[in-house]
């Protein structure tokens, strides 16, 4: 059952741009960590970026200089800024919070730590055209 709401989703062609926003949790205001994943069928859901409350980010090496993770002040909306968008890039994108002792962003995006306590939104499929 989905907590979180993404939004922005959508089809794009290859080299354009997207904003994903994600919002919805009472959770989701207070949680330290917030960050994004995608999904392909038959793949793993894979960490694409998150951002701490105090402004840190991380970034998956193969959107590294293309995405932008931010959050407004009052963390109450997370976004996902994504430019120079190709084929590989295609998936449905989930966004996630999770609270500061269960993972570092690093551990959660990457190392599977913590994610049995974080809290989902039900995710937005993103198209890149050929």
């Known amino acids: 059952q989905e907590q979180l709401q993404e939004s922005g989703g959508g089809s794009v062609p290859a080299g354009g741009s997207l904003r994903l926003s994600c919002t919805g949790s009472?959770?989701?205001?207070?949680?330290?960590?917030r960050g994004w994943f995608r999904q392909v069928p038959g793949k793993e859901r894979e960490g694409v970026a998150a951002?701490?409350?105090?402004?840190?980010?991380t970034y998956a090496d193969s959107v590294k200089g293309r995405f932008t993770i931010s959050q407004d002040n009052a963390k109450t909306t997370l976004y996902l800024e994504m430019n120079s968008l190709q084929s590989e890039d295609t998936a449905m994108y989930y966004c996630v919070a999770w609270p500061r002792d269960m993972a570092t962003m690093s551990g959660f995006l990457f190392r599977r730590e913590g994610r049995g306590f974080a809290t989902w939104g039900q995710g937005t499929q993103v198209t890149v055209l050929s």
């Open positions: 009472a959770y989701f205001h207070i949680a330290y960590y």
């Open positions: 951002i701490g409350s105090d402004g840190d980010t």
